[in-house]
């Protein structure tokens, strides 16, 4: 018997030299073993347990059957809206007390710094989908302070679709794909999202916004966050004040053009993710500014639109922001599914000196999401994950559970009790206690009349927008219906468009063709048409001229001018940009002087889309192979029909030419090292607007 065994063992050894190969990878005499979930340790793990070398895979071999047990469900349920989303970690600084309006611990001393976790998003996709649908982008950021976690929940976008919570289903089901098809998977253009959205004048400001380039952000470290809603700040003395939170990037917002983001999908559908993960990776820590709108209700009760309308914002010529501090992610998860993916945010996660305000919608979220996470995580006790565990004390009687991880001691877990005289207990005065504010009234299910104006804020964000903005919004509004198959679905949302603003309504019928003009939609409330526009609500209104954090791609081949990439790369570098080296080979090229420049992209694998501004520095012969290349001539293409910067060397006039480029302010000769900073100045101005009426028609 014992003699068998030993026959088998051997030969199982000697097939799995066969087999496993080089994948038989075995422990150093003192180094880690590889163990089961039970921290046996392994001897094979390559190979079953199976009667015979190549007889049947035994019921009895329990590593299999563990391992198997546990990759079968290893995916819990996607985020039934933001199932796309990209986390890292960081810290939250004070620039001063805000004593003077909160008793929120964390914001009582100046420089004072509390962790954060935050997670950036798209609503509509699932978790797989590409980075940069037309869509909003959540902006969602955990304080772990010493008085709870603290939940900013929030999106890139100050207002919503709809006013009251009890709409939420409504909207993500018209949104998503739709359900006897299952597509299209994270776009809006498409019937039953603007079937439900032309039954909703609600809508139209948030409208505006998702069909501006907001919806299509260049980086995540490039948006803009809002709280929403109206909160509230209450100050040591029981005093509330309202507040609006809004996080600024230091970078500056930036946005791609459209057809820039249909490309980007195909060539890296992770290129949001890639792109936050890379600068963090690289030290290139993104930062955003928090600016508090502050204002008291007497206040709010002059303002010409209700603070507890989430689809209105209140602009900041009549509230201007005050910067309160600063948030800097400078740590990428370690692990994607344990933290980016299981992190559980809640607007009802809020610490004493911040509480609420009768917002319907906000009311409606502090049921969601609690209620999300029982069927996302499985357990009552998903705060006790580690990214969703407070850093302070957690202690409480709450017991027991699926999946409980704390071990409490002793015999006492109810309260009042005797027996443990050292327990935790309520404190009326740290405590977390509601602003006490009087509420009357019939039990009612109305809209506030106070909610009634539609298209007031919808005109003043349209006006608010520089040319280009508008004519982007205008394309895009005729690219989503153009998509749209009913026709009367097209004709309802023009007939808001023109309440909203009558040139833009026009416009957007011209490029569908859609004849007979409908008439406006009726409403109750007509739009305000004394209204001073806001350049807040542009991007370009205040955008920076700043290389700073973007990305430079440099086309070589063979024979290329090495001294002139140096020269590119230390004056981009010198702009807090990087720059990426294309070749048509991975492998590299070798220069002028014969020497080995090693490069980062195959030119196939790297269209233009994913660079911000680009230089052509092919050798003479390298731009005459590049002719024959469409992934050359489309690159150059590209940058120019996406309004880029494009520097190039005068073996580069021939590619010009064959991309159609045209000169003007953004082709940049780049003939020696003298010519690289004339270069970065334009790549500073980030794209040139003027070109667009030659590259892009628009109504
Ligand atoms: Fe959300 N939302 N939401 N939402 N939301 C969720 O919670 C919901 C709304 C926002 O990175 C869900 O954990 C309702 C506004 C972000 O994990 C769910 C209503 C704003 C995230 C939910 C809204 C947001 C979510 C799905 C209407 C901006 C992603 C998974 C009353 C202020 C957070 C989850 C993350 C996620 C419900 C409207 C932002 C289902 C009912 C307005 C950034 O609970």
Known sequence: MAKRATKRSDSTKKAGARAGGETHQTAAADGPLLTTNQGMPVSDNQNSLRAGTRGPTLLEDFVLREKIMHFDHERIPERIVHAR???????????????????????????????????????????????????????AVKFYTNEGNFDLVGNNIPVFFIQDAIKFPDLIHSVKMEPDRGFPQAASAHDTFWDFVSLMPESMHMIMWAMSDRAIPRSLRMIEGFGIHTFRLVDADGKSTF?????????????????????????????????????????????????????????????????????????????????VGRMVLDRNPDNFFAETEQVAFCPANIVPGIDFSDDPLLQGRLFSYLDTQLSRLGSPNFQEIPINRPICPMQNFQRDGHMRMAVPQGRVNYEPNTLAPDGPRECPV??????????????????????????????????????????????????????????????????????????????????????????????????????????????????????QGRVVACVVTDGADGDLVAALRETVEANGAMLTLIAPSVGGVRTAKKRLLAVDHQLAGAPSVLFDAVVLAPSE?????????????????????????????????????????????????????????????????QRIWEREPAVRPVP
């Open 85 to 139: 989303g990209s986390g890292a970690h960081g810290y939250f600084e004070t620039y001063e007390s805000l004593a003077d309006v909160t008793r929120a611990d964390f914001l009582q001393r100046a420089g004072e710094r509390t962790r954060v976790f935050a997670r950036f998003s798209t609503v509509a996709g699932g978790a797989g989908s590409g980075d940069l649908p037309r869509d909003v982008r959540g902006f």
């Open 243 to 323: 507040v609006k939170f809004h996080w600024r990037p230091k970078l500056g917002m930036q946005s791609v053009v459209w057809d820039e983001a249909v490309k980007i999908n195909g060539a890296d559908p992770d290129f949001h993710r890639r792109d936050l993960w890379a600068a963090i990776d690289r030290g290139d820590y993104p930062e955003w500014e928090l600016g508090l709108q502050l204002f008291t209700e007497e206040e709010a009760a002059t303002f010409p639109f209700d603070v507890l309308d989430a689809t209105k914002l209140i602009p900041e010529e009549l509230v201007p922001l005050r910067m």
């Open 430 to 547: 740290r405590g977390f206690t509601t602003m006490p504010r009087p509420e009357a009234g019939e039990t009612l299910r109305v809209r506030a009349e106070s909610f009634a104006d539609h298209y007031s804020q919808a005109r003043l964000f349209f006006r608010s927008q520089t040319k280009p903005e508008q004519d982007h919004m205008v394309s895009a509004l005729v690219f989503e219906l153009s998509k749209v198959e009913t026709p009367a679905v097209r004709a309802r949302v023009v007939a808001h468009l023109l309440q909203v603003e009558a040139t833009l309504g026009e416009r957007v019928a011209a490029g569908l063709r859609l004849e007979p003009l409908p008439a406006p939609h009726p409403t109750e409330v007509p739009a305000n048409d004394d209204l001073e526009p806001s350049p807040a609500l542009s991007i370009l209104a205040k955008a920076q001229k700043t290389l």
């Open 621 to 685: 012969a390298g731009a005459a192979a590049l002719l024959g290349d469409s992934a050359a001539v489309a690159f150059v293409h590209d940058a120019f029909a996406h309004l880029k910067v494009i520097g190039h060397v005068a073996a580069a006039a021939a590619l010009l030419d064959a991309a159609g480029v045209e000169q003007d302010a953004g082709i940049v000769a780049v003939q020696d090292i003298g010519d690289v900073a004339a270069f970065v100045e334009a790549a500073k101005g």
